[in-house]
């Protein structure tokens, strides 16, 4: 099972994603890109969008299947693929100490859409969820506080504050969630 998981989900792209996020993060530092929003253009950090690195990883490892293998499998696959997502979500966190643990909070709670969505579509739906959720937290989720200041709506989890303790148990309930959901109409 073992080289099932290495050479047909080819888990290890995993791994590699995390390292190019690294250095896309490394490499754009606090780079802004403009992003249109009710409010005008403001900016954001590019660094915001990373996370779909890992997300589309993760999906891409997961829509690889032999679906007569799977079922005549001893051990369920979705167990190797749960302990694959978990350990992702820790190889973020520890990445997260480099590049900010916003980044991995985010990439944590996008692998939560993403998984709640495959389940009810497929692995390309899914990633596109994720660049969807980041997309509309920064046009419809950016507020201003009533002295002027700029903020973000209480349903922007991806725009809160790394220390944000409410977001980090949202995020962990939801990625619990999904972790927990069974796969509609697959053979597990």
Known sequence: MRSYVIAVRR????????????????????????VPSLRGMVGARLAYFTPILIVVAVMYCLERRLCEAESTAVTPIRR??????????????????????????NVTLLLAVALITRRLANE??????????????LVLGRTHQPDG????????????????????????????????????GRSE
Not at 11 to 34: N, Y
Not at 80 to 105: E, F, K
Not at 156 to 174: E, H, K, Q, S
Request: charged content about 5%; overall charge negative.
């Open 11 to 34: 888990w290890w792209t995993v791994p590699l994603a995390v390292a190019v996020l690294v250095v896309v993060c490394g490499s754009v530092g606090s780079s802004e890109i403009p």
């Open 149 to 184: 200041n700029p903020s973000h709506a209480w349903w922007a989890l991806p725009l809160y504050p790394a220390g944000n303790l409410a977001a980090w148990l949202i995020t962990v309930v939801l990625f619990a969630l999904a972790l927990t959901l069974p796969e509609a």
């Open 80 to 105: 190797y693929d749960n302990g694959a997502l978990i350990l992702t979500a820790m190889l973020t966190h520890s990445a997260g100490l480099v590049v900010g643990m916003d980044v991995a909070r």
């Open 124 to 137: 390309a739906t899914a990633a596109g969820a994720g660049l969807l959720l980041l997309v509309i937290n």
